[in-house]
């Protein structure tokens, strides 16, 4: 009979015949450690679900969600927004003749006019947004395609600006200030509003100071420095291909809002996430606790109709909206609140049928020997 031996060594993968000292016969054990983590004995903690955990769960949450829902619902539909398309698409539209005649070359602005009427008067601080349709501002390469260096004033970028600029990086040997795609698309429509009453036209003042996030305003963008007059600090660069103006006569009138700090610009070098998209224009602040900001009646908005549209089938809307607590005017997070509260409370109910109709478990049955 041929006896074996059991060697502890030769289970954990070191034969008894192998060289200790670096021979060829010496095999590395594949085996764990015998520790308490790599060997999972630690300590864990495993819920158990059981009816009387799961069902309360439910139905809390179902008595919570719902009239969270229900108060974002009523607090989004109470904000007033009105909004009017100006793209001139249909040959009865006034702004049809721009549309057609107005291009990216264009050297002669082209004005419209687009009456309306407000059915309530708007309260509180009112926000005039314009908002476009079917342009992507999150394509990747349109998105790339700045120099966020240059536009915080860094000299050497200024004349030598990225190469994720191109093809808008130079024009005519000379650098784009500020270069990429995203500013040379600048949106560059002019909106007036005017109110009409009996006393005649009276105009609707439009504050343009405010409109930009602090963020950007006092950090990401800045003029370059070393001259106080604008037109010295850009020269020796070149306005973008599709602008009409260099960057520091975006507004001469304001110092502070001139240059890289025109806020309409920053405004519009925050890239938008979907092809349709509104963005902040002017603010109408209230002047008065006695009277609406906008009161209903007829109104004008006056069109320096400047930015083509038609050749990416875009269109083109003005929006007047109030705010509320929760910001503008958005149903669907009261809609998500209350979908979910009420999908929690009929699965509590249904749990709670299934629950009492088949807990038939008899904790007395008898068992088998």
């Not at 600090?233 to 110092?255: H, I």
């Not at 930015?307 to 998500?336: C, E, H, Q």
């Amino acid at each position: 009979m041929m006896a074996s031996s059991y060697n502890a060594k030769e289970e954990d993968g070191h034969h008894s015949g192998a060289s200790t000292h670096g021979g060829a016969g010496v095999v590395k054990s594949k085996k764990p450690d015998n520790t308490a983590f790599k060997q999972q004995r630690l300590p864990a903690w495993q819920p158990i679900l059981t009816a009387g955990t799961v069902l309360p769960a439910f139905f809390v949450i179902g008595l919570i969600f719902i009239p969270i829902g229900i108060g974002l619902y009523v607090t989004s539909n109470n904000i007033k927004e009105f909004e009017i398309d100006y793209t001139g698409v249909e040959s009865n539209s006034p702004c049809y003749g721009c549309a057609k005649n107005v291009s990216w070359n264009s050297t002669t602005p082209c004005l419209c006019s687009v009456e309306f009427t407000l059915e309530q008067p708007f309260e509180g601080n009112v926000f005039m947004y314009y908002g476009l349709s079917n342009f992507y501002q999150n394509h990747r390469r349109y998105v790339k395609s700045r120099d966020d260096s240059q536009l915080n004033g860094d000299q050497s970028s200024l004349t030598n600006p990225s190469k994720e600029c191109e093809p808008y990086r130079t024009a005519d040997g000379l650098p784009i200030a500020p270069c990429g795609a995203i500013a040379n698309s600048l949106f560059n429509d002019t909106l007036e509003l005017y109110y009409i009453d009996i006393n005649g036209t009276r105009t609707i003042p439009l504050v343009k100071r405010g409109i930009a996030w602090w963020t950007d305003k006092h950090v990401k963008f800045r003029n370059p420095s070393g001259s106080t007059n604008l037109s010295v600090a850009f020269q020796g660069t070149t306005k973008p291909l599709n602008w009409r103006m260099p960057v520091y006569e975006l507004d001469p009138s304001d110092s502070e809002n001139n240059g890289f700090i025109n806020e309409d610009f920053i405004v519009w070098m925050r890239t938008a996430a979907l092809p349709t998209f509104r963005k902040l224009y002017r603010i109408i602040q209230k002047k008065s606790s006695t009277t609406p900001t906008l009161p209903s009646g007829n109104y004008v908005l006056n069109i320096t109709y400047n930015y083509p549209v038609l050749s990416f089938d875009g269109r083109k809307r003005m929006i007047l909206s109030t705010i509320s607590w929760m910001g503008g005017k958005n149903p669907f997070l009261g809609i998500a609140y209350i979908t979910v509260g009420s999908i929690c409370f009929f699965l509590g109910v249904v749990l709670l049928i299934i629950h009492h109709k088949y807990d038939t478990r008899n904790n007395s049955a008898d068992i088998p020997s």
